[in-house]
């Protein structure tokens, strides 16, 4: 229990620090560009539009909404993510007990380090927060409906209970789900693909005799996880814009976006257009000359 509130305070704080972050690459990955490109050249000569980075984006928000503006969606964001917390931990000690708990005769415990072991924790893992994903898709989706009103000015999501009840009300109980199923298939892609790459590196790549080896392993444990995240950012994309899909809010409407039926069809008209990979970066924001990034910015070329 003890370790379960200390990870709930971590995350909690971590969670304050990073949310204007987050708040900015949400309204990036909507497509919300208010801001005009400049025009400039990359390393090759070549010329590039260059977007507004996360420090130009924060300061506009600070200057319509203030410094409290950068906080929007912070309230349900923090309540996913204790509630996430508390759920995988409960979650994982079930899976531990019911692994610790063996018949006579039965398989034997397998070996740390191997492949058996990988894939046994990595399913543990992927089961915990499977159900964390779950519980808490509701409060995400308030999250980012609450941070996609900037664009419109609106203030239908203006609290959970509110918001609750809005989405309640127009689209059901399927609505505190938009977007689920591409976040499952994301993480757990982005879990298996981390653990088996770090799994199958520290084994034929890291010799034990090394010095160092520890850190070596910790060390391909993170760069493994990053590729992970790179690889299965579209689905992150792609279920953050289902979650804002048609739910009354400009942000989630033409210009900036389709009406959906699916996330397939999501997947496949961003495809289309080239933006898989829209707010994937912050800072490094470039787009080629000629090209157009969103129906708003057309008044800039």
Known sequence: MADTCGQVLLGSGLTVLSHPLMYIKVLIQ??????????????????VYQLPGLFAYAK??????????????????????????VVH???VQKCHENDNVRLPG???????????????????????????????????VITL?????????????????????????????LGFFAGLIPRLLGDVLALWICNMLAHFINTYA?????????EMKNCSQAVTGFFASML???FVLVSNLMAVNNCGLSGGLPPYASVYPSWIDCW????????????????????????????????FF
């Open 145 to 173: 409906r609450c941070m996609v009103q900037f664009i419109g000015r609106e203030t239908k999501y203006s609290g959970i209970f509110d918001s609750v009840v809005t989405i309640y009300r127009e689209e059901g109980v």
């Open 232 to 234: 299965t950012y579209p």
């Open 106 to 140: 039965g398989p034997q415990k397998s070996q740390a380090g191997s492949l058996e072991h990988v894939v046994n924790e990595t399913t543990k893992e992927m089961i915990a927060r499977s159900c964390a994903t779950v519980v808490t898709h509701p409060f995400h």
């Open 89 to 91: 931990s409960q979650v």
């Open 60 to 85: 506009h928000i600070v200057k319509i909404d203030g410094k409290s503006g950068l906080f929007k969606g912070l309230v349900p964001r923090l309540c996913a993510g204790t509630l996430g917390t």
């Open 268 to 299: 496949r008209h961003l495809s289309r257009e080239g933006n898989m990979s829209r707010g994937n970066s912050l800072f490094f924001r470039k787009l080629p000359a000629g090209k157009m990034y969103a129906l708003e910015q057309k008044r």
């Open 206 to 214: 890291i010799d034990d005799s090394m010095s160092h080896t520890g």
């Open 30 to 47: 909507v497509g919300h560009e208010p801001l005009p490109p400049t025009l400039g050249r990359n390393l090759f000569g070549r010329q």
